[in-house]
């Protein structure tokens, strides 16, 4: 299946807030979530649950 480059879920990568560089790759829905994405996930440099953001 081809991929369109304006498609309604691009891949989007999410950066550790807590400066280490741990990434995570993900994709998101443009229509739910316009804005730039924020999750709380594992940060195994840290050893322990950071915010994410959303890096364009």
């Given at each position: 299946m081809a991929q369109h480059t304006t498609t309604a879920r691009p891949?989007?990568?999410?950066?550790?807030?807590a400066g280490t560089g741990v990434t995570y790759v993900t994709r998101k829905s443009r229509r739910n979530d316009p804005d730039r994405l924020v999750l709380r996930k594992y940060d195994a440099v840290a050893r322990r649950h950071v915010d994410f953001r959303e890096v364009r």
């Open positions: 891949i989007v990568t999410l950066r550790s807030t």
